[in-house]
């Protein structure tokens, strides 16, 4: 029996199909099914009846939306095209008692945006049994009634609908009554009591019945219900209602115990037997929670909460019946209006995860759908982004907006966009809705690394320990991850002839610069590097920054005595005339120094000598003159041992010897020998001194006076020892650099005249020292010879003088340098100078 149950609902289900196949469409596609399709029951290929490629079903996104609040029956496997039955589908809950019940949706496709309309018709299945309102229905007749008399019995209720509604009525076999079935204005079949014979109350008050209402579905199904007849007196007239069809308008949300319309109905009776009440004949379950009526008055009341979305209209069967049961029946139907009380739904149906900040304008980021439940006007919808954003809705299909960007973007000024959609309807008054999107922009490689500084100057000490940190340098990159990576690294390049690799290093992650090996100030002062700062992005973007190296000086070179020369490379003596007075310049000691700054600020002293108390050396200028006037009884060999130091931390010295021979003339020097300083001839010359002044005063007198009568006679000139010293290359030391402000020594001394030993019969001019203690530098070292005539403008003027100034005359030209070179013996005498 079941089987053949199943094979009567499959022939069922063929024919329904055939038979909707010749119904008109509902959309771009359409089906018929059947309810309470098991899940996953194939519909229909919706592919191919669209003519869309499976392939690019997943691509595209393909959905299926159900429009308005149904639920989701259907769905499409994206696999094979075809639609699937995805959710149990009861005709009687989506549909109720319409004829028509049809499942509208739409298949959304993406890459391009395409909508397709899919109508779907829902079969009524044989499913509900026939109800009766009451399962006891209670008639009272009077005795009086004639044969043929009709008595109405409520109609029994069947969700389906068509042939498998209620298509007849039983009765239970009697001999009193018949049953007649009628259709009702509604189109309904009910059904009446006919009177066979007539009634004895004496006999049997009352009768009981059973009737039976069958459908016309297969399997058909049946509902009973019990009829109890009490036989009454006579009452022969049926309520008659005012109307056949009552109609009233109902807004939706109306508050609890509203009127919704009155039905009314008369009995002609007099008496109890014209008394009607009401009742309701034919209800929904729906319906039952929403109403209720006034059984005395006929008043039909709001009872629960009315909401047009759910239902727009109700068609509501009530019965007037007499105290001794005649009745007859009216039709009321309610229409809901609509009220704006839905907002607008925002549905995202596509975002993109991210957006490359390089995107053109008009990119599209996702698709946006909007709803609204209410109707007409209350459900057009405007969508709109009221935040400055370079973003903007384009309307497309229905009511699908695209998100496009209106402007480039820049990551490195925003990095994230939290953009708010708001969407407003034309209801009266007005209700709105938004939704926040958040999207990410994605980082592009277009910010090439940034220095901190224009430049960097980096300071390190000489003889820096190889590997020791000079600076840092630190260059900033806006991108991101990987693209915001910086790497430093050295340009190519020289530096005193070496590649800048063999002086220099840098840290590749964090810009530190090391110095590869020791430097020195004295080779080279100051050197640039060039440092790129290179991304890791795709392609590479890099800058360069000029980092300029500075090497500070150290006191690692002692003093170099440049005159006179170092011990052991040649034989120098300086002659002092016999009558130099005190502060007369009788030499001068030059010494340089490597070293700049500090480190080369030179001090002279006399660290030993044959007469401590006849020389001084001037601290800082190191010219050597006499503080007293010579004496006879001073020691003709004169032996200075000089110290040259410099100002460094530690300071570093350097010696050197000086010999001075007190004579007017070399003549008078038997023979120039080795003069070196001997500490116990200086005793023992000092005693033979003291004793020829005991026994010879009458002779050294006689000198005095023969001498004071020449120098009467002729002025003797006091020895020059001044000006610029003109110092060859080959003097300096080897790491010797001329450097402005720094230093000892500039290079250019400039001397009147060098004699050596062998110049015994040269002339040469005399004019007194001007008497410089101690001068600086800059002023001992740049005397010009109108400087000098400034100084000894008076001995041209001297006619006793017989000297001039500007010639010089001598007869050993070899022997003698004026302004530019030195020689390499330096021997001052006594010259006597031509008269004019």
Known sequence: MAHDGLSAVALLYGATLLLLWSQPAYGDVSYSLAEEMKRGTVIGNIAKDLGLEVSRLSSRKARLDAEGNRGRYCEVNLNTGELLVADRIDRE?????????????????????????VAIQVQDVNDNAPLFPKDTIKLEIMESASKGSRYRVNAAHDADIGQNAVQKYVLQPNDIFVLNVLVNSVGSKYSELVLNRDLDREEQRE?????????????????????????????DNAPVFSQAVYEASLPENSPLGTTVVKVSATDADEGVNGEV????????????????????????????????????????????????????????????????????????????????????????????????????????VRCSIRQNVPFKLVPSIKNYYSLV??????????????????????????????????????????????FEEQSYNAYVTENNKPGSTLCSVSALDPDWRQNGTVIYSLLPGEVNGAPVSSYLSVNGD????????????????????????????????????????????????SPQILYPAPEGHSFMTELVPKAAHGGSLVSKVIAVDADSGQNAWLSYHIVKSTDPGLFTIGLHSGEIRTQRDISESDNMKQNLIVAVKDNGQPSLSATCSMYLLISDNLAEVPELKDMSYDETNSKLTSYLIIALVSVSTFFLTFIIVILGVRFCRRRKPRLL?????????????????????????????????????????????????????????????????????????????????????GELSVRSPSSLSVHGELCPLLLCSMLDCYSS
């Open 405 to 450: 960007t209106t402007s480039p973007l820049d990551r490195e000024l925003v990095s994230d966009y939290n953009i708010t959609i708001t969407a407003t309807d034309e209801g009266s008054p007005p209700l709105s809705s938004s939704k926040s999107v958040h999207l990410s922009v994605a980082d592009v490689n277009d910010n090439p690394p940034v």
């Open 277 to 380: 009440t009401y009742e309701f004949s034919g209800l929904t379950d729906m319906a039952k929670n929403m109403f209720s009526l006034n059984k005395q008055t006929g008043e039909i009341l709001v009872h629960g909460s009315i909401d047009y979305e759910e239902e727009s209209k109700f068609e509501i069967l009530i019965e007037g019946k007499d105290t001794y049961g005649l009745s007859s029946e009216t039709k009321v139907v309610i229409d809901i209006t609509d009220v704006n009380d839905n907002t607008p739904v925002i549905n995202l149906k596509s975002l993109a995860n991210s957006l490359p900040e390089n995107a053109p304008p008009g990119t599209e980021v996702g698709i946006i759908n909007v709803q609204d439940r209410d109707s007409e006007n209350n459900q057009q």
């Open 721 to 805: 020892f001044d000006g610029a010293v003109a110092i060859p290359s080959a003097y300096l030391p080897p790491n010797y650099a001329e450097v402005d402000g720094t230093g000892t020594l500039r290079s250019t001394y400039n001397y009147d005249a060098y004699l050596t030993t062998g110049s015994r019969t040269s002339d040469f001019k005399f004019v007194s020292s001007y008497n410089d203690n101690t001068l600086p530098a800059d002023q001992t070292m740049r005397k010009t010879p109108s400087d000098l005539v400034e100084v000894f403008g008076k001995f041209d003027d001297s006619p006793e003088s017989g000297c001039y100034w």
């Open 93 to 117: 809950v989506l549909c109720g008692e319409k004829i028509s019940c049809v499942l509208k949706s739409e298949l959304i496709l993406e890459n391009p945006l395409e909508l397709h309309r």
């Open 207 to 235: 009768i009981t019945l059973v009737v039976t209402a069958l459908d016309g579905g297969s399997p058909q199904r049946s509902g009973t219900a019990v009829i109890q007849v009490t036989v009454l007196d006579a009452n």
């Open 510 to 557: 964090t810009g530190l610069i090391h110095a590869v090996r020791s430097l020195d100030y004295e080779q080279f002062r100051s050197f640039k590097v060039h440092v790129m700062a290179r991304d890791n992005g795709s392609p590479p973007l890099s800058s360069n920054v000029t980092v300029s190296v500075f090497i500070t000086d150290v006191n690692d070179n």
